[in-house]
């Protein structure tokens, strides 16, 4: 399976991302099923067409706006759009997260609710298409790792649909922020926008590690060209590679506990069933909840009700406080955000004496690596060997051999 680097050279764009994929090889069909099966194949005309810059030749990606509807987009709307198309599910939470991330921030640098950010933010038809065909094309490609560079941002100001902003613009500024986004800078900064928000948001949720392998062999590339010109290439190359650097650990990652933000939401509900409640956290969880969990209370009228609390990622905290008033009775939700470190860790499977199972590995602040079988095959092996849960760990912590990983770490 072919690892992706996406080289920005210097910055990056959605249009340009775009380009670069269909340069690869990536078929126009892939690129524009979804936004069919969206039902958004006549708001728009997609183009690609040979191109250079300062003489390097690519693809640059145009996409003709058709839609002659007044209505104004918002991030609530295209929301439920993506949710309720029907596209495959690991293809939906890219769209997803990608279109979230940048509602999140255009919503912080106006000082609005994100479900409120509307059509000059995120709903613009090109960045529909920028952001749902690049999400396709990375999609059908499947690398097993994405990898980028620093991109540059540039200076000076950009027409807006708010009127002239500074470069970067505070959207990319925030996206940068919360993602914690190294960027490239230079004495000599260039005149002019580098990079967009649309493509910023992009690399925030699409990448794997945010640096050039040591040591690698590209297969094959494409080059996505931009619209504005440069004394320079304005251009995106994206690599097909084949990595033979060490992933067993990612040394640009702290080996320390990293700190991030989730976002805690609960409710106390005394009018559903124990069957409500046990169906309804585990929906929670299903959807993506990092943990759920719930017990008996006392409450008003000596009636014995739920607390009912679950940890969620903090871009998700929208959806699932719509989930609380579409799958429970209660009528508020109480939230808040923390902090909380984690130690970085990444799931596998390992060699045993009873074959391969599969098991958690935790690295910690000392390098050392903790390894734990999943529960489910512990109660699995227990079930088929008829011996105790102490023993069956016992002979997995003996016999275990080669570890192959699932996913990087994270």
Known sequence: MDDVLIECSPGISGDMLLGAFYDLGVPKKVIEQPLI???LKNLYQLNFKESKSCSIRGIKAEVENIDCSPIKRTWKSIKELILNGYLEDKLKKLIYEVFESLAIAEGKVHGIESDDVHFHEIGAVDSLVDIIGVCAALNYLNPKRVYCNEPM?????VQTEHGKLSVPP?????????KNIKVLSSRDLIEGELSTPTGVSLLANLVDYQKTPSKYSINSYGVGIGNLKFPFPNLVRVYKITSFEDNSIDHNAQISPK???ISIQEAWIDDQTPEDISN???KLRIEGAYDVSYQAINMKKNRIGFSIQAILPIEK???FRRLWFDYSNTIGV??????????LRRRGECST?????KVKQTLKPDGSINMKPENDEVLRLKLRHKISTYEIRKIIRESSKKFKAFENWK
């Open 37 to 39: 099966d969206l039902g």
């Open 153 to 157: 941002l540039g200076k000076g100001f």
């Open 170 to 178: 505070p959207a990319v500024i925030e996206l940068l922020r919360q």
């Open 259 to 261: 700190c991030e933000e």
């Open 280 to 282: 309804f956290a585990e």
């Open 317 to 319: 905290k929208e959806y």
């Open 334 to 343: 109480r939230e808040r955000t923390q902090s909380r470190w984690i130690l």
């Open 353 to 357: 004496t009873f074959g391969k199972i």
